[in-house]
């Protein structure tokens, strides 16, 4: 073989180019070598903060650096990443999930506070069947936010625990068809099930997502009737994939859909959806799609949806796809899609097209609510969204949202697969619920990269048929395009320098790194 005598470090370098037409490789376990007649066992261990499979005796991952045995279940992101948990702390991720349940709690008075929607009963929502690899929607999401906002003073403490309550299915009448809800209901007779291959359900998974869409229905009509100001509803599983008829995505129930009918039911006359989530929040989108009281923004990364939804089909017909859905039966321009053309958009990009298409037309469709459907895979070091945003980004974001209906917010988690960026992210959404400005002020101007900088211009063109005060600003963005154009030159040799210190795992596919580390241990 050409490489039998290269170095994992000429290998790392491309010198020698490794063949991707060869069989699949899925099955493939790095971990059990053989060596002629005998069999040498590699340990292998996942990951506790991003779940990846990791080779041998090493302390941290390879691809999050976070250690094997941190602490992050017990202190959240305030958890040292490098070193292992400390010994004797006074709890765990469980014991503080079960903690925030206190009924003492419940006696702390709303006082016109950010309410905070959870329930331990959600934890137990877990996929059954061991697998080759642990499925990322996964209960620790929930423990390391708990944990978090516990070793902040967050919650306990600052917030308002509202009590759970499973959703009536009239309630879900409201959204899902009887179909979707019968069918979620029979998991609770089965040990392990799946709606899709990635979409598991145990005998818990049923009542875990009534828990959730109760909480979101209760979140809202608080809200709206001004018992608490704001809320989060620290839930799973998450919901904005699920659709009128079908469970999929991870996703049971549409807990950001049925929130919005709770708060019409209160009396809100239109409500606004802003879904920050790196994956299209395709159910959320279908259930509004003819509905002209539901505004819904939809702010996603086209080639993390391409596997999702899409086969045969070519990549320019995809991304025009997202652009085109723009709602429909009278509800043109109800539906707004933001499909980053790119992997890697950070907070600029993020802000920028708040600033420049959400704000301008939610100025103009003037809701009396306001949801966001969180994920916080777009966050950077998760390993599903690929993307970059930070926890300061995500302040922002929340704001420019908190600004808007009068203050009427509710925040859904929905996605998020890295432990530590999911649970600083969280935090730091909800430190502006309660009141605290991010570091960044927004009047600063923001400034896009040019591919970002292009898919705004195309949404603005698309969405200024139904929104014809979009005019002004599309018109001067294009007249700035030279300003943002020589900005983005100078950002591409920043990020060129930058790409020369990437670790292994940002430049290479899965079998070549398998491989490579494979080559590493054994060397």
């Known amino acids: 073989m050409k490489g039998d005598d ?65 602490g992050i279940l017990q202190r959240g992101f305030l958890a040292s990443s490098l070193h292992p948990a400390e010994q004797g702390l006074a709890q765990n991720g469980a014991d503080v999930a079960v903690a925030l349940q206190d009924p003492s709690l419940q006696s702390i008075g709303s006082d016109n506070r950010t309410a905070i929607g ?17 499925h990322p929607e996964r209960s620790d999401r929930l423990r390391a936010i708990a944990a978090s906002l516990a070793a902040t003073g967050i919650f306990p ?50 009542r875990a997502a009534r828990l959730a869409a109760g909480l979101c229905f209760d979140l809202a009509a608080a809200i709206f009737s001004g018992s608490v100001k704001n809320g989060f509803a620290l839930v799973r599983p998450p919901g ?122 939610v100025s103009e469709f003037d809701p009396d609510f306001t949801i966001i459907s969180a994920g916080f895979d777009a966050a950077r070091g998760d390993p599903l969204g690929r993307c970059d945003i930070t926890p300061s980004g995500y302040a922002q974001m929340t704001q420019m949202c908190s600004d808007l209906s009068g203050g009427k917010l509710l925040v859904i988690l929905e996605g998020g697969y890295n432990l530590r960026s999911i649970s600083s992210s969280a935090t730091a959404v909800i430190k502006v619920l309660l009141g605290e400005n991010p570091r960044h002020s927004m009047e600063q101007v923001v400034i896009p990269t040019k591919s970002g900088l292009r898919t705004v211009l195309e949404v603005l063109e698309v969405q200024l048929n139904y929104w014809p005060s979009l005019k002004s600003k599309l018109s001067k963005l294009q007249s700035d395009w030279g300003l943002y154009a020589l900005h983005d030159k100078k950002q591409v040799k920043k990020k060129k320098r930058r790409a020369k210190q990437l670790p292994i795992w940002w430049k290479l596919g899965r079998k070549r790194l398998l491989y490579r580390l494979w080559c590493k241990k054994l060397s």
């Open 6 to 70: 290269m170095t994992v470090e000429e290998m790392y370098n491309n010198e020698y180019e490794f063949e991707d037409d060869e069989d699949d490789d899925s099955d493939w376990d790095p971990s059990a070598v053989s060596d002629h007649n005998n069999v040498v066992e590699i340990p292998k261990w996942f990951c506790i903060n991003c779940t990846w499979p990791n080779i041998g005796h090493d302390f941290h991952c390879d691809l999050c650096g976070e250690h094997r045995e941190s």
């Open 118 to 134: 959870f329930d331990e009963r959600m934890l137990l929502h877990e996929e059954v069947v061991q697998k080759s690899h642990p």
């Open 157 to 206: 403490g600052r917030c308002y625990p509202i009590p759970p309550r499973e959703i009536t299915r009239e309630e879900l009448l409201m959204v899902h068809s009887l179909e979707n809800i019968e069918a979620v209901e029979l998991t609770s007779q089965v040990f392990s099930s799946y709606f899709t291959s990635d979409t598991y359900a145990n005998q818990n998974s049923a």
């Open 240 to 361: 904005h994939h699920a659709g009128v008829k079908q469970a999929m995505g991870f996703c049971l129930h549409n807990n950001a859909a049925i929130a919005a009918l709770a708060a019409q039911n209160a009396g809100a006359k239109k409500v606004l959806i802003i879904d920050w989530d790196v994956h299209h929040g395709n159910g959320t989108q279908e259930i509004f799609d003819k509905n002209k009281s539901v505004c819904f923004h939809g702010m996603l990364n086209f080639y993390s949806n391409l596997l999702l939804y899409f086969r045969d089909i070519g990549v320019l017909d995809i991304y025009n796809i997202y652009f085109l859905q723009v709602g429909t039966m009278g509800a043109e321009g109800y539906c707004v899609n933001v499909p980053w053309s790119r992997g890697g958009v950070g907070d600029n990009d993020y802000v920028f097209a708040f600033q420049q298409v959400v704000l301008p037309i």
